[in-house]
């Protein structure tokens, strides 16, 4: 059984702050996702990471994929109040039919 | 781009009553949709895997009597929540996979439901 989880669950840093989300998976993929979760919201994607080595970055996030150690890291460069969501992190594999499973998540909240 | 909807938004149903939320592809066709349940503040957890002219294959957990899922063409599918009980108040999303191959993904803007 695939399982996705994040380090930490729940993060509070101050603003201008690094900090860097773990994102660990069970099983071969080469494939990762980001996603950011506003309360009440739906999912908004963040990077699509599809091979070992890849590295993705949008403004004060970067994403990076290790399929190797099976490991995905999301790097907070100097954290602004409006960074304040959960992220979570997907992997999709193929047991027996497609599955799109998410990691534990992890809550941030960036203080000013 | 490709957009997925979701209806209704929100919903409130007395229980054991049943609920229908309807997921639509507007623009591609969806050979594959997940249906996910997140309870506040938890992750989303996977329920099913709707494929379009086929029975639903259900996550170990999940009942498939209580929660039918129905993909009855390549843009809608739907989940039907029956004999809704106050435990099932929860936001459920879905997504779509665009085309039989792809690693694209798209999400509904979920559909948050409370059984009084």
């Known amino acids: 059984e695939l399982k996705v989880e994040q380090n930490p669950l729940f993060l509070s840093m101050q603003e201008g702050k690094n900090y860097t989300i773990y994102c660990n998976y069970s099983?071969?993929?080469?494939?990762l996702y980001w996603y950011r979760q506003d309360p009440g919201k739906s999912l908004e994607s963040l990077f699509v990471?599809?091979?070992?080595?890849a590295v993705k970055q949008e403004g004060r996030l970067m994403a990076s994929l290790d399929t190797k150690a099976r490991l995905s890291t999301l790097h907070i460069t100097a954290a602004v109040h409006d960074l304040s969501a959960t992220y979570f992190c997907a992997v999709d594999i193929v047991q027996g039919t497609y599955k799109y499973i998410f990691g534990t998540g992890t809550r941030l909240k960036v203080l000013a | 781009g490709a957009v997925v909807s979701q209806h209704p938004s929100r919903v409130i149903c007395k229980s054991g009553t049943s609920v229908k939320i309807e997921c639509r592809s507007l623009d591609f066709q969806a050979t594959t949709m997940f249906w996910y349940r997140q309870f506040p503040k938890q992750s989303l957890m996977l329920m099913a895997t709707s494929n379009e002219g086929s029975k639903a294959t259900y996550e170990q957990g999940v009942e498939k009597d209580k929660f039918l899922i129905n993909h009855a063409s390549l843009t809608l599918s739907t989940l039907t929540v029956t004999s809704a009980h106050p435990e099932d108040s929860s936001f459920y999303i879905c997504s779509a996979r665009v085309g039989l191959s792809g690693n694209t993904i798209y999400f509904g803007e979920g559909s948050w439901l409370t059984v009084v």
């Open positions: 990471l599809l091979s070992n080595g």
């Open positions: 099983t071969t993929s080469d494939r």
